[in-house]
């Protein structure tokens, strides 16, 4: 990387935010701006701070013309299973672990015991969204966590209801930054629809 310059007032709203997650509430930023302007520049300054000071930091985003639902959380939690101590990751998905194995399938592995009662599409899908809260929250009862989903533009309707569903949730040390391009979000698109919503929720912040 090279050198970091600019950019003091947003980069201050970020701390802030982070500074608030840390005592306790979840923050969430949505981060605008058009392409190659340095929204992903901006939120890795601030993954780079909270890495040193021992915070989980994960990472996902969403490709142009893919669509694939839940992409960035899935690119997230799979690297977070990954790397975590499986002592530790049983303890903190508890049990999610049928529920989150949709997502991350390695949570099933060698696992013959896992099963899902049959439920309604609409059921299932909450209990999915509830799953990945808690989990965040468990994880972020051991250390603050920072979740970067990047290129939100391009997010299919379920990543954008998920991102939602995780705006809400509060109580614990947790900032999820989303960023997205708002040049590229005619009239009509789903994430409008989002963030329309997000404007009631308390700590939401947007930085364009």
Do not use: N
């Amino acid at each position: 990387r090279g050198t970091f310059v600019g950019r003091e007032l947003e980069a201050d709203r970020l701390v802030g935010a982070w500074a608030d997650a840390k005592a306790g509430w979840r923050q969430v930023v949505l981060l605008a701006g058009e392409a190659g302007i340095g929204k992903s520049r901006l939120a890795a300054e601030l993954a780079a701070v909270a890495h040193g000071e021992g915070a989980v930091v994960l990472w996902g985003r969403c490709d142009e013309g893919l669509g694939v639902a839940y992409q960035p959380v899935v690119e997230a939690l799979r690297h977070y299973v990954r790397h975590c101590p499986d002592e530790t990751l049983d303890a903190q998905v508890g049990r999610s672990r049928p529920q989150l194995s949709r997502l991350v399938p390695e949570l099933a592995e060698d696992r013959s015991d896992l099963a899902i009662p049959a439920v309604d599409a609409e059921a299932e899908r909450l209990w999915l969204f509830e799953a990945v809260s808690d989990l965040l929250a468990s994880v972020a009862r051991s250390r603050p966590l920072l979740l970067v989903l990047d290129d939100l533009q391009w997010a299919a309707i379920p990543t954008l209801s998920l991102v939602r569903h995780l705006a809400r949730a509060a109580e614990d040390r947790v900032l999820i930054i989303g960023t997205y391009r708002d040049t590229e979000l005619e009239p009509g698109h789903p994430l409008l629809g989002v963030l329309a919503d997000l404007r009631r929720e308390s700590g939401v912040d947007r930085l364009t």
